[in-house]
């Protein structure tokens, strides 16, 4: 390749490829390359190089990049935003993202990475400007995007706004449902959680991780009869082999006082882990009537 002139989709497809697979000293020769035969200006060239180095974990280098360009165009600042939100720069990524608006317009994936720094961050006042923005700007907010939305105001506090776009989104998924309930749980809000649980029966399936969130809401709660509730309804759906689930209820019995119900669960569950045990052995270990003795402990 070095005796041929070659173009910038040519070192753009060797670069994502030396960037997926974290060759860190072969891309460090393309980059070199790039160097010598002067093309890194081409702004082309330059986003292959910014999506490499991320891929690669060289933060410095993609910002001596960035900073380099003469020209930018969307690609490079939704590379540089997406980049830094997923490398934990969650400031950083925001500060990008104010830059980027005056300029261009956005795609949908660094949108919802902005929210998700937002997120993490728990800034609220941020993550309400960038929904503001996606419904001025037109937005077609998708499900994920919603979903992201929810999370993002339940993780500051804000349970009525997750609420009002969990009830806006004109499709729910799993998530929706389960980054709500979740929300209502880490806020205290038992009840809702529960009584959001009852209307998505209604509408739709359920999954492991609905019902682990919400036999940790009975958990918190002492309440043996919302426990029982959900194992009856995750039996008529399946999910009683599910271990995650098993170990839940081993828990969730124990905590509520139902031993003997907790010991059940534990000899009939087909495969054990560490965190069945250890569940299992603590539970035993507060109530003088529990017997271990019956349990296989080969």
Known sequence: ????????????????????????????????LVEKIGIKKDVIVSNGLLSMNFKLDRLMECWGIF??????????WNTMICGYS?????????????????QFEPHILTITSVLWAC?????????????????????DCDTMAGNIIINMHAKCGDLLGSRRVFESMRTKDLVSWNSLMNG???NGLYYEAMEL???MRMDLQRDSVT??????????????????????????QGFDFAQIVGNALVDVFAKCGAMEDSLKQFENMEIR?????????????HYKDSNLGSINFL
Request: charged share 20%; aromatic share 12%; proline share 0%.
């Open 67 to 76: 900073n380099e360009m003469v020209v930018k165009d969307t690609v490079t």
């Open 119 to 139: 997120t993490y961050i728990g800034d609220l006042k941020f993550g309400r400007y960038v929904d503001n923005y996606m419904v001025k700007n037109g937005y």
């Open 184 to 186: 209502y749980i880490e």
């Open 1 to 32: 390749m070095l005796s041929l002139v070659s173009d910038s989709f040519t070192f753009l497809s060797v670069l994502l490829a030396y960037g997926g697979l974290g060759e860190i000293d072969d891309g460090q020769i393309v980059h070199g």
């Open 197 to 199: 649980f009852r209307r």
């Open 211 to 236: 019902y682990v969130t919400l036999l940790s809401n009975c958990t918190q709660l002492i309440n043996i009869e919302w426990a029982k509730e959900l194992h009856c309804d995750l039996i008529k």
């Open 86 to 102: 997923e490398s934990g720069l969650y400031k950083e990524s925001i500060g990008l993202f104010l830059e980027m608006v005056s």
């Open 273 to 285: 882990d560490i965190v069945s045990w250890n569940t299992i052995i603590a539970a035993s270990g």
